[in-house]
């Protein structure tokens, strides 16, 4: 799999949760430039979804399994829009706290798709 595009998305993802967890801390919902973000780190990881569904159709292997490391994908791309949603039913401080922790929470499954591809 691509480690620049990995470490892209984690990153974006972090950036992500500095920025909705500082709008938390000054009591304020996510904003419209808040889900501008949200959709830059999902269309990172909708590259790295199909990529790596890509090199997996090519033959490669990854060093865990096929099926967990399309499962971790899966998960990687669904992180942050669930959160978005969540945030639009919470109009409050919370709905920040939830989009901040569904990107560390994607950070996290940055690193997990990383061992799992690299073994």
């Not at 799999?1 to 909705?20: E, F, G, P």
């Not at 973000?37 to 159709?57: C, N």
Request: hydrophobic share 60%.
């Amino acid at each position: 799999m691509l480690d620049a595009l990995t470490v892209a998305v984690a990153v974006t993802a972090l950036a992500l949760a500095a920025w909705c967890g500082y709008a938390a801390l000054r009591d304020q919902p996510t904003k419209d430039w808040h889900f501008i973000g949200m959709a830059v780190v999902s269309v990172l990881a909708l590259a790295q979804l199909l990529i790596g569904i890509v090199q997996l159709a090519r033959g490669e292997k990854a060093d865990e399994g096929s099926v967990i490391f399309v499962a971790y994908l899966i998960g990687a791309f669904a992180a942050v829009p669930a959160a978005g949603f969540l945030s639009l039913s919470e109009r409050t401080r919370w709905g920040s706290v939830t989009v901040a922790a569904g990107a560390i929470v994607l950070a996290v499954l940055e690193v997990r798709l990383y061992d799992i591809w690299n073994g």
